[in-house]
């Protein structure tokens, strides 16, 4: 074996299809001096024992391109490498059994057209004139995407491995990393049992080993094994080599060609997690033993699927464990703890089809410091406090695995590992009739049912409207009618604090954020290409401190990307004390007159303007109140010391009955933001869109001749036509919009609903998208054309609309 090399750009730790793919492109990039360490040898983990089928539709357009990118690489890589890899384009087909899972199917379909994908949907029999051997007697239809395909998990591996090497990348079988080394803060190398390697960039693509390798970097890596099994038959008739890949999730089971017979395997409700007291050493090429009795449930749904199975000779029941994360979603990017520590890692089962496309993407993010595109679904920084503890994520994960087939509804939530982290007003919420939701571990009041009535607090999913409409509408109309109080207390809240605070915050905050104490300001933070990474308000409390309010589920990212982002020299430091305040948001014509009956303060136009912050006294409790909404109407934002939430949530009940108080939960708060035309971060904004693109242009400070990160390009950007604009659309009330339709203008595609819902003010179905146009987009050419949306299949026609539907004047929300 060559000996290791003291010195390196970048050390890849893991030699399995994540780590072979992204040292590839490393490569291709320039990043040549990069080593890959392997502790066995190559595909030794678990990519050799992968079942190798290769889908590309997700529900995020990104992550979609994403796989492409793999089936793209695919296509080519035998031919640039000599190598063979078992690709093949034999497509992909998806069955449904039953209405709910058609009308999935058709919506899904939908969006694959919104991604450009030619996902096609078959009748019963078209679908079993693809693949004979499956009996069709409970199939509604099916749906086929022609360019999905398999490859030979170990192959694809070699060949990405020989491709990389091409480019003069290194490889070491053998070779454990047993310490990462940091000095003053950085990456500067890595031990082995064969010498140390000096590098700023380590490479986390380790497989089911990654969270014991991110704990030598001092970094969580949220994942854990589960078991996985799949049949190999013999040869069997009428199998060939074209045969498509199959899923059959209502019953729970995939199918792939494999030398003229089938690999059948499934995700089952009660998977068997494994390596609970961690991995045994020297556990490479190995498996399980096969476990008959787990297994016999799937082998009876599949033969009622597949009859020939029922004769057919078995090869291996084969039992390799696989690693998991308790999102289902793999894990990119640099570690928040650690800089020049990266992970791809926790693939649940896809690694080979997002294998190519994720390094791809991985290896750029680590050249140019930042993600290529948005890759929040996949991001490391989407994970925060619940995901420190490995039995939380084990609990999660299993619950995850068993639902990998199950129907994905709308506004579904999960139950395991709850409740986690709990606001001071749980059990007054509880006895309320709320109906909990959660997020990043948080239990949050979603809506609340009318226990009076007999309404239980609990959801019923289904792709109509669902169990909570009438509530939520309840809670929508007091919100516009009288006043409600949200339990918000699980916002993400930072101090920015030190001499430089304002100099920090100003070049970060694409607003103008150096306004007197008792300001607030609503601003993005963009990145280098321009792009909305936080979207936030900043209240500034004094001339060295400033209070941060962001969502719940970009904790982690936002208070990286603020610390990370302080130029180097400045005296200024974030600190989360999300749990030392509580926020109740307060909202509604009557807000003003309910907390004026509990504090002393001026809460006039005059006293407390809009976009303002003051520390003020409300029932006894010390209060910083912003006045600012999501909503669309008169409120506050009261950001409470948790000791004091009770006795203050307790006070607006007891004072405001006379004024039709209610208390509100976060899917009022969605159809209120719908209406008023407010953004929704991670869905209608995000990393690959601009304030200009977004509508959000009025908020940068494009006018002052003030520097800020991602100003260049916004500037640039001011003086030559967009691409895309942010629209609203309005379809018939009975439409149900959940985000991803189609748009089409004056017939032709030009892009989808990033999220939708239902108006109950305006009482219409609601969306936004953005309308694309190479040859350029304004208000002109938005507003003249003729819409048409694509759900589940189906065109309906909808109105198109740029000014807010609710309250365009602002007049409510400064009464």
Not at 205 to 214: I, L, T, Y
Not at 651 to 676: C, H, N, S, V
Not at 690 to 709: I, M, T, Y
Request: glycine share 12%.
């Amino acid at each position: 074996m060559a000996d290791l090399p003291e010195e390196a750009r970048a050390v890849v730790i893991g030699g399995g299809i994540v780590g072979c793919s992204t040292a590839y492109h490393l490569g291709k990039l320039g990043w040549t001096d990069t080593i890959v360490l392997e502790k066995a040898k190559l595909t030794s983990g678990s990519t050799w024992h992968a079942a190798g089928l290769v889908g590309q539709l997700r529900t995020s357009a990104n992550i979609t391109q994403m796989l492409g990118n793999s089936v793209a690489l695919y296509d080519r890589l035998e031919e640039e490498t000599g190598l063979a890899t078992g690709w093949k384009m034999n497509g992909g087909l998806r069955l449904a059994c039953n209405e709910d899972r058609w009308t999935e199917v058709r919506r899904q379909a939908t969006t694959a057209h919104s991604f450009g994908l030619d996902m096609q949907l078959l009748s019963p029999k078209e679908a079993q004139d693809l693949w004979p051997l499956m009996d069709i007697g409970d199939v509604v239809g099916a749906a086929f995407l022609p360019t999905d395909g398999q490859a030979s998990p170990s192959d694809i591996t070699q060949a990405l491995a020989r491709g990389a090497r091409m480019t003069g990348v290194k490889f070491f079988e053998d070779t454990p990393v047993t310490r990462i080394l940091i000095e003053d803060g950085r990456i500067a190398g890595v031990e082995t049992p064969n010498g140390t390697v000096r590098c700023s960039v380590v490479v986390n693509c380790a497989g089911q080993w990654a969270r014991e390798v991110g704990r030598l970097a001092g970094v969580n890596v949220p994942l854990v094994s589960v078991q996985h099994q799949y049949l190999i038959t013999e040869p069997i008739d009428g199998v060939t080599s074209g045969l498509p890949t199959l899923r059959d999730p209502d019953r729970l089971t995939y199918y792939k060609e494999e030398v003229g017979g089938l690999v059948m395997g499934g995700y089952e409700p009660n998977p068997i997690p494994w390596a609970l007291d961690g991995i045994p050493d020297k556990f490479e090429f190995t498996l399980l033993n096969s476990d008959w009795d787990h297994f016999s449930d799937m082998m009876e749904l599949a033969l009622g699927r597949v009859p020939a199975l029922g004769t057919a000779g078995v090869k291996e029941l084969l039992n390799g464990p696989e690693s998991f994360t308790p999102d289902g979603n793999f894990i990119l990017g640099e570690a928040p703890e650690q800089p020049g520590f990266y992970i791809g890692a926790g693939f649940n089962a896809f690694g080979i089809a997002a294998g190519g496309g994720a390094g791809m993407a991985l290896a750029e993010w680590i050249v140019a410091g930042e993600p290529p595109f948005d890759l929040w679904p996949v991001d490391i920084r989407r994970f925060g406090r619940p995901h420190f503890d490995t039995d939380w994520i084990r609990t999660r994960t299993l619950e995850l695995y068993g639902k990998h087939y199950t129907i994905a509804w709308p506004g579904e939530e999960h139950d395991s590992g709850r409740p986690c982290r709990r606001s001071a007003l749980y059990d007054r919420l509880e006895a309320a009739g709320a109906c909990f939701g959660e997020k990043l571990g948080w239990e949050r009041p979603n809506w609340f049912a009318d226990l009076a009535a007999g309404e239980e607090p609990k959801d019923v999913y289904g792709f109509g409207r669902q169990n909570w409409f009438e509530a939520v509408g309840r809670e929508h109309r007091a919100t516009r009618e009288a006043v409600t109080v949200f339990d918000q207390s699980s916002f993400a809240k930072f101090m920015v604090i030190g001499p430089d605070a304002e100099a920090a915050l100003s070049w970060i905050c694409a607003g103008n954020v150096a306004r007197p104490p008792g300001r607030l300001v609503y601003t993005q933070m963009l990145n280098k290409r321009g792009g909305i990474e936080c979207d936030l308000t900043v209240a500034r409390l004094s001339a060295d401190r400033y209070y941060i309010v962001t969502g719940t589920g970009f904790a982690t990212h936002d208070f990286d990307w603020i610390r990370r982002n302080i130029p180097a020299g400045l005296n200024a430091q974030v600190v989360d004390v999300t749990s030392a305040y509580g926020t109740l948001t307060v909202m509604g014509p009557n807000s003003r007159e309910l907390i004026s009956r509990l504090t002393r303060a001026d809460l006039s136009n005059d006293g407390f303007p809009f976009g303002t912050a003051r520390e003020i006294g409300v029932a006894s409790a010390p209060v910083l109140a912003l006045r600012v909404t999501y909503v669309g109407e008169l409120g506050w934002e009261l950001h409470v010391p948790t000791e004091y939430l009770v006795n203050v949530y307790d006070a607006l009940f007891e004072t405001g009955a006379d004024l039709g108080i209610r208390p509100a939960g976060y899917r009022a708060i969605e159809t209120l933001r719908l209406e008023k035309g407010y953004r929704a971060r991670g869905s209608d904004i995000g990393p690959d869109y601009s304030p200009l693109e977004s509508g959000l242009g009025w908020a940068v400070k494009l006018k002052s001749n003030q520097d800020f990160l991602g100003r260049e390009v916004v500037q640039e950007l001011a003086g030559k036509p967009l691409t895309k604009m942010l629209a609203g659309f309005t379809v018939d009330p009975g439409t149900v919009l959940l985000g991803r339709e189609t748009i089409y203008r004056d017939g032709e595609r030009v892009g989808w609903l990033s999220s939708g819902g239902y108006g109950y003010t305006v009482e219409k179905s609601i969306g936004y998208g953005y309308v694309r146009n190479s040859g350029g987009v304004d208000r002109e050419h938005v507003l003249s054309g003729a819409y048409e949306l694509e759900v589940a299949t189906e065109r309906v026609p909808a109105d198109v609309f740029l000014t807010p539907l609710y309250d365009p004047s602002m007049a409510r929300v400064k009464a």
